[in-house]
């Protein structure tokens, strides 16, 4: 009986197709992986929302003074992380899935738009544009982490990846 084995042709093809689907896989996961995390940190903006919600009907509809961030935990500057974290179920909505250094350092991977503190809702307005909530943004990452860019959550409480403010004709 004769043992038949692969020739060297045979494995060399098998690996140069293992190294093409590699090639292609690798990639295209890493994408799936950042929409996914951009996802999440989406998500966590809108649960900085509600909180930010319930802390406006504590407080007669009036942003909370807040400095735009920390530079570590240190600090005891009044924050988005200090401020809203009785309004949050998790220290972890302050953390983007993407952030692997701000969070740990400064206790928050978002940037809160200190132009807004202490403003009440109706008196809103960023570059000119008021009575426009969808387009005034209240808290945003703290870097360009995502593969769409940055994260916004604007005073309408949604969020988004996209811009939608500009200067005011």
């Not at 928050?108 to 403003?119: A, D, E, K």
Request: glycine share 6%.
């Amino acid at each position: 009986m004769k043992h038949r084995g692969f020739t060297l042709t045979e494995v060399l093809i098998v690996m140069a197709i293992i190294v093409v689907l590699a090639g292609i896989s690798i990639p295209l996961g890493r994408s799936i992986l950042g929409k996914s995390r951009q996802a999440a940190c989406l998500n966590n903006l809108r649960s900085l929302g509600v909180g930010l919600e319930s802390y406006l009907q504590d407080h007669q509809q009036k942003l909370p003074e807040l400095a735009a961030g920390r530079a570590s935990k240190a600090d005891d500057s009044p924050v988005l992380e200090t401020v809203l974290l009785p309004y949050i179920e998790t220290p972890e909505a302050f953390k983007c899935p993407q952030d692997s250094k701000q969070y740990h350092k400064s206790g928050s991977s978002y940037l809160w738009n200190s132009t807004q503190s202490g403003l009440h809702v109706s008196q809103l307005s960023f570059f000119g544009i008021k009575d426009r909530p969808d387009k005034i943004p209240l808290i945003t990452d703290k870097e360009a982490w995502h593969p769409s860019g940055t994260n916004f959550l604007y005073a309408d409480q949604t969020s988004s990846n996209r811009i939608r403010f500009a200067t005011a004709n």
